[in-house]
């Protein structure tokens, strides 16, 4: 069974930058998709970025050139670089494992305008 353990979420002012880390254990991390999603108060889970295996990488439209997504198989961690940052993006931040998706705890991120 895997596990997800997320970190890096906080408090940052627009503009700001936070780095978010998915360490996960119990399955091959290598071969599995790996993404991040958010949602917001009162709003639906939403896509934020997904990584392939190879490294094929899928962005929302509202974060595309502030937002990378990336992989270390070497430590079974996924990474979310989150710059710019806006106050909309203010969400719970949950890494997703596989298909179908297993989701981490999820990671609060609040950005004040």
């Known amino acids: 069974q895997v596990q997800l353990l997320e970190s890096g979420g906080g408090l940052v002012q627009a503009g700001g930058s936070l780095r978010l880390s998915c360490a996960a254990s119990g399955r091959p991390f290598s071969s599995n998709v790996m993404g991040w999603y958010r949602q917001a108060l009162g709003k639906q889970r939403e896509l934020v970025a997904t990584?392939?295996?190879?490294?094929?990488?899928v962005y929302a439209d509202s974060v595309k050139g502030r937002f990378a997504i990336s992989r270390d198989n070497a430590k079974n961690t996924v990474y979310l670089q989150m710059n710019n940052l806006k106050p909309e993006d203010t969400a719970v931040y949950y890494c997703?494992?596989?298909?179908?998706?297993?989701w981490g705890q999820g990671t609060q991120v609040t950005v004040s305008s």
């Open positions: 997703s494992f596989g298909l179908p998706r297993v």
């Open positions: 990584i392939t295996s190879g490294g094929s990488t």
